[in-house]
């Protein structure tokens, strides 16, 4: 299968390039190129950015599949589908996509976030639950029945560029009194990165 990933070289991203790489899939990457350069070497790599809208690199491909890693406004993944051809989307969310965080045992039918300024495309803890219900939209929109949402939790596990999980590891190895949150029993889902991007891969 002849895959477009949208990013690919930081965290998940890489994540899900090495497993499409794996299952055999034909790879292209689509970037600013700032990030891991060296990564892929073997890989067609088209440069872009989404942010000042230039995908002239993708004008006239077609690919079976994109998998967008970092979209973060609509206007990313409108403009995304509309300079490219293909079959399938699928889009890495977020359960920051749910109105309220306390609840459990949600699914897809739970109630969302929604913006006062449905046009902003500024990232904010406020903003960032609200734009990400929007690119989900869009891409059904642009793809009526041939998109995949990822709502992803915590993601940890190799090349974690924030520090989430391997702080605590390394804190803890130095010895010493450690400050953590108070409730010791509190239960914490995750998911590795790399376990995420088989199954990403597996249901493209």
């Known amino acids: 299968m002849k895959l477009l990933i949208v990013g690919g070289t930081q965290f998940l991203g890489r994540a899900i390039v090495t497993a499409a790489v794996a299952a055999g899939h034909e790879v292209t990457l689509f970037n600013r190129g700032q990030t891991g350069t060296g990564l892929f070497p073997d890989l067609?790599?088209?440069?872009?950015?989404?942010?000042t809208g230039d995908y002239a690199a993708l004008q006239g491909r077609v690919f079976d599949a994109v998998i967008d890693v970092c979209a973060y406004y609509p206007r990313a993944v409108r403009e995304l589908l509309?300079?490219?051809?293909?079959?399938?989307?699928?889009?890495?969310?977020?359960?920051?996509?749910?109105?309220?965080?306390?609840?459990l045992g949600q699914d897809?039918?739970?109630?969302?976030?929604?913006?006062?300024?449905?046009?902003t495309e500024e990232i904010t803890g406020e903003t960032y639950g609200g734009l990400k219900v929007l690119c989900e939209q869009a891409a059904i929109e642009m793809l009526p029945g041939n998109v995949l949402i990822v709502r992803s939790g915590l993601?940890?596990?190799?090349?974690?560029?924030?520090?989430?999980?391997?702080?605590?590891?390394?804190?803890i190895a130095r010895g010493g009194r450690v400050i953590v949150p108070p409730a010791l029993d509190d239960a914490i889902q995750m998911i590795d990165a790399?376990?995420?991007?088989?199954?990403?891969?597996?249901?493209v």
Request: glycine letters at 2%.
């Open 82 to 103: 509309a300079a490219v051809e293909t079959k399938h989307f699928t889009l890495i969310s977020t359960i920051s996509v749910y109105a309220s965080n306390e609840q």
């Open 108 to 119: 897809e039918s739970a109630e969302l976030h929604t913006l006062t300024d449905p046009n």
């Open 44 to 51: 067609e790599k088209l440069k872009g950015d989404r942010s």
């Open 155 to 171: 993601i940890m596990g190799a090349n974690d560029h924030t520090q989430r999980f391997p702080y605590w590891t390394q804190r």
């Open 194 to 203: 790399r376990d995420e991007a088989e199954w990403v891969i597996a249901k």
